[in-house]
T-cell receptor, first 114, second 108 residues
Framework: GAGVSQSPRYKVAKRGQDVALRCDPI?????LFWYQQALGQGPEFLTY????????KSGLPSDRFFAERPEGSVSTLKIQRTQQEDSAVYLC????????????FGPGTRLTVT | AQRVTQPEKLLSVFKGAPVELKCNYS??????LFWYVQYSRQRLQLLLR??SRESIKGFTADLNKGETSFHLKKPFAQEEDSAMYYC??????????FGTGTRLTVIP
């Protein structure tokens, strides 16, 4: 079956531009997570949705980062006024339930801010 | 605050040799730990979790609360084991806290 998909796979943005990254979780998965992975580092948690509710956004690094999942399926991570330090791979993961601890990861979106 | 430490960024072993990837953690609650693996040009995927106490692809990991460790072991490394391995801790907030990863290379 289809796994988690993310688009675009690669994005180059000029500093100051806004970007939107999309995540399509596995159908029926309740929980959705966004992670940021800088070069040479492990993934770092950004935010978590249970259905359409954003239950935890403690990992968002600044108010330039915003995530939504309005219908409880597709999610969008938006970064406003991108900075060079935003360059990273952004990973989306979904899991079947709120206490199902196996998270299924997407391929990631590599964002490069020039 | 939680912490996951993987002291080796790079680890090389010969095919057929034993391999151990180290992971130490710090967490005030009851820990739930995982190993995730990323093969070349593939996405991050779950390898094993401590609560299931299973062996996957010949790998095992035992949670040692006294030493706060969750080392990943395999008695005989195979070339297809070459990958990036991440140790991760499930936080009370239901998200994963990852270590920085160890790149394992199995030399033929």
């Amino acid at each position: 079956g289809a796994g988690v998909s993310q688009s675009p796979r690669y994005k180059v943005a000029k500093r100051g531009q806004d970007v939107a990254l999309r995540c399509d979780p596995i159908s029926g998965h309740v929980s959705l997570f966004w992670y940021q992975q800088a070069l040479g580092q492990g993934p770092e948690f950004l935010t978590y949705f249970q259905n359409e509710a954003q239950l935890d956004k403690s990992g968002l690094p600044s108010d330039r980062f915003f995530a939504e999942r309005p219908e409880g399926s597709v999610s969008t991570l938006k970064i406003q006024r991108t900075q060079q330090e935003d360059s990273a791979v952004y990973l989306c993961a979904s899991s079947f339930s709120d206490r199902s601890h196996e998270q299924y990861f997407g391929p990631g979106t590599r964002l490069t801010v020039t | 605050a939680q912490r996951v430490t993987q002291p080796e960024k790079l680890l090389s072993v010969f095919k057929g040799a034993p391999v151990e990837l180290k992971c130490n953690y710090s967490y005030s609650g009851s820990p739930e730990l995982f190993w995730y693996v990323q093969y070349s040009r593939q996405r991050l995927q779950l390898l094993l979790r401590h609560i299931s106490r299973e062996s996957i692809k010949g790998f095992t990991a035992d949670l040692n609360k006294g030493e706060t460790s969750f080392h990943l072991k395999k008695p005989f490394a195979q070339e297809e084991d070459s990958a990036m391995y991440y140790c991760a801790l499930l936080t009370g907030a239901n998200n994963l806290f990852f270590g920085t990863g160890t790149r394992l290379t199995v030399i033929p």
